[in-house]
């Protein structure tokens, strides 16, 4: 119904691919059902246009979810899901400026524009096969949406402080840790050692040093060395209500179900990693999702049980303040959707 092929060339297709699995017994099939779907096309899209769940391309337990948790912007929240993202870039700030690899990409005809709200973030008007574009192999860039780029400037890191990035993998905001903080001691820590080893090979290619570790961010007694880390970053893992528009099976593999189960997980790992920051120190929550259980709730309830954890305002032109952090929509001047909440251990 949605398809630029035409729909006789669908049918054929169709009934072929079956023919060549081996499946000629499902020809018939396929050929009475996609020539009913052809007859019957006005029909077929005024009843999708009449179901919200159809009509939103949403299933019908995060629509419900969305519509609770944002009654305002839930249509344009489901449109920015359904469209294509920008492809976005950050260019390594120890090896070029935004203004030199703009240049670099106008020099190849690659259109590109600086990403809003970021000091080293870059949307390309087109996509790119990324090995392709000047400085891959030289580490001039990496490919970070804006709204992660965003963590590095508020987790505030300055040089020689002790960093611990609890959920690392696939490595983007360690490298921009690295890349625009000097003289870091920066531990990169993931549960998957498979997804560890592409922290590791975008170090290397970034030119960029941290100690990785396979470990469990919620069981530091595994692996904690004792010594207090002055800065926390938790990316934790989320449903990916944000990304959609990057990552459209999430509306097939995710169910309602798991939603607690993540927040349970987050506030896990929120437990078990503030014993590690000194006090004085900061930890920065950070989520892709948009949904309160896993956002503001989880924060709010882990605060309310830890008496030095206090809550930090974010001040920011970007977003949406929320009771306990800040919010980005997605599609919000072109990022993907994020959460972030900043909390400070009391002295």
Not at 3 to 24: D, F, H, I, N
Not at 133 to 145: E, Y
Not at 301 to 311: K, L
């Given at each position: 119904?949605?398809?630029?092929?035409?729909?006789?060339?669908?049918?054929?297709?169709?009934?072929?691919?079956?023919?060549?699995?081996?499946?000629?017994?499902?020809?018939?099939?396929?050929?009475?059902?996609?020539?009913?779907?052809?007859?019957?096309?006005?029909?077929?899209?005024?009843?999708?246009?009449?179901?919200?769940?159809?009509?939103?391309?949403?299933?019908?337990?995060l629509l419900r979810l969305l519509q609770e948790a944002w009654p305002a912007d839930w249509p344009a929240l489901v449109a920015a899901?359904?469209?294509?993202?920008?492809?976005?870039?950050?260019?390594?700030a120890r090896l070029q400026t935004r203004t030199g690899y703009l240049a670099a990409l106008e020099q190849v005809g690659i259109e590109a524009q600086p990403a809003p709200y970021t000091e080293y973030g870059i949307n390309l008007?087109?996509?790119?096969?990324?090995?392709?574009?000047?400085?891959?192999?030289?580490?001039?860039?990496?490919?970070?949406?804006?709204?992660?780029?965003?963590?590095g400037g508020l987790l505030q890191a300055s040089a020689g402080q002790r960093v611990l990035d609890a959920c690392a993998a696939p490595g983007g905001k360690t490298c921009q840790l690295l890349e625009t903080v000097p003289e870091l001691e920066l531990w990169a820590l993931d549960k998957d050692a498979g997804r560890l080893q592409q922290v590791r090979v975008n170090l290397q290619r970034l030119g960029l040093q941290a100690q990785l570790l396979t470990a469990d961010a919620a069981q530091p007694d595994d692996w904690w060395d004792g010594q207090a880390f002055d800065r926390i970053l938790l990316d934790a893992p989320c449903s990916g209500s944000g990304v959609i528009r990057r990552h459209p099976d999430i509306k097939l593999l995710r169910q309602a179900r798991?939603?607690?189960?993540?927040?349970?997980?987050?506030?896990?790992?929120?437990?078990?990693?503030?014993?590690?920051?000194?006090?004085?120190?900061?930890?920065?929550?950070?989520?892709?999702?948009?949904?309160?259980?896993?956002?503001?709730?989880?924060?709010?309830?882990?605060?309310?049980?830890?008496?030095?954890?206090?809550?930090?305002?974010?001040?920011?032109?970007?977003?949406?303040?929320?009771?306990?952090?800040?919010?980005?929509?997605p599609g919000s001047s072109g990022m993907d959707g994020f959460f972030y909440a900043r909390l400070r251990k009391s002295s």
């Open positions: 119904l949605y398809l630029r092929t035409p729909a006789y060339a669908t049918v054929a297709a169709s009934t072929e691919a079956a023919r060549l699995l081996g499946k000629s017994w499902a020809t018939g099939l396929l050929n009475g059902v996609l020539r009913n779907a052809q007859r019957r096309q006005d029909e077929l899209l005024q009843a999708i246009e009449q179901n919200p769940e159809s009509a939103s391309a949403h299933p019908k337990w899901n359904n469209q294509r993202p920008p492809q976005s870039l950050r260019v390594n008007t087109e996509p790119q096969d990324v090995p392709q574009l000047p400085g891959f192999k030289q580490g001039w860039f990496a490919v970070q949406d804006p709204a992660a780029q965003l963590a798991d939603i607690e189960t993540l927040a349970a997980q987050q506030i896990a790992l929120l437990r078990g990693l503030w014993p590690l920051l000194r006090p004085g120190g900061q930890l920065l929550y950070v989520t892709c999702s948009v949904l309160p259980t896993e956002t503001t709730q989880v924060v709010t309830q882990f605060c309310s049980e830890q008496r030095d954890a206090c809550i930090e305002p974010i001040a920011a032109e970007w977003g949406q303040m929320a009771e306990a952090g800040r919010y980005i929509l």
